[in-house]
C-alpha cells in the first residue's frame, strides 16, 4: 500500500466497519466492491477487501458469494490461516464436511493451539462419521478456552447425538451458566430434556 493511496484506504476502511457496526451491511458491501474497482492493482486492498466482503456474506448467509470471495482472499495469501477458517466455516453450514476439514485441517496445520479453529475441524470431522476423532479435538479445544461458549455447546450437541445425556447436560448447564443470554446454548439444554424425557432418563454409560 503506496505512501499515495494509504489515506483514502484509510479512511475507506474506517467508514466500512463503521457500517458493519451499525448493521448496514449494504453499504459496506457497496465499499468493499468500490476498493475492487479503484484499487484493482493493489493486491493488499484487493486482499482484505474480498476477505470483509466473504464474511459480510458469511453473515447474511450467502454462501456462495461468501465462498467466491474467500477463495479469492486465499488467492491473494495462501498461507492466512483465518481465510481458511472462514471457507470452511462456510462448507460447515452447508454440511460439505469433507471440504470443511480439509479448509480447517489448513488453519489448525498454521496454528495449532488455536481453540477456534480446532472447534470447527473437531465439528466438521464428528459430524462426517469420525466421533471419536471428532471429540478428540473438541476437548482439546475446551482445554485451550475452557470458558468458549461455542466449544461447549458443540461438545454438548455432540453428547447429545449420541444419547450421553449426562456428559451433554453437564456441557449445555455451563455454557448456560458463563453465557445465560446464548440462544444456542439453551436451545441446546432444551433439546437435552426433550430427548431424555423421549428416552424414558436413558443414556449410554460409556
Request: aromatic share 12%; charged share 25%.
Amino acid at each position: 500500500m503506496d505512501s499515495d493511496t494509504a489515506p483514502e484506504l484509510y479512511t475507506i476502511w474506517s467508514e466500512a466497519k463503521t457500517h458493519i457496526e451499525q448493521g448496514d451491511y449494504d453499504k459496506a458491501i457497496e465499499i468493499y466492491k468500490y476498493v475492487l474497482i479503484r484499487y484493482s492493482d493493489n493486491d493488499i486492498a484487493v486482499e482484505y477487501a474480498n476477505a470483509y466482503l466473504g464474511d459480510i456474506y458469511l453473515t447474511l448467509r450467502r454462501l456462495n458469494l461468501a465462498a467466491n470471495h474467500i477463495k479469492k482472499a486465499i488467492n491473494c495469501r495462501p498461507d492466512n490461516p483465518g481465510y481458511h477458517y472462514l471457507l470452511g466455516f462456510t462448507y460447515s453450514i452447508q454440511s460439505q464436511w469433507g471440504k470443511a476439514i480439509g479448509e480447517f485441517e489448513v488453519a489448525v496445520d498454521k496454528e495449532p493451539n488455536n481453540s477456534e479453529y480446532l472447534r470447527g475441524l473437531g465439528w466438521a470431522i464428528y459430524c462426517a462419521g469420525d466421533k471419536a476423532k471428532g471429540l478428540a479435538y473438541l476437548h482439546r479445544a475446551i482445554d485451550l478456552a475452557p470458558s468458549n461458549v461455542n466449544i461447549l455447546t458443540d461438545l454438548a450437541a455432540a453428547y447429545l447425538s449420541d444419547l450421553q445425556f449426562h456428559k451433554a447436560r453437564e456441557y449445555a448447564e455451563t455454557a448456560v451458566q458463563i453465557d445465560p443470554g446464548s440462544k444456542v446454548a439453551r436451545e441446546v439444554l432444551n433439546n437435552i430434556d426433550r430427548f431424555q424425557g423421549d428416552h424414558g432418563g436413558f443414556s449410554k454409560p460409556w
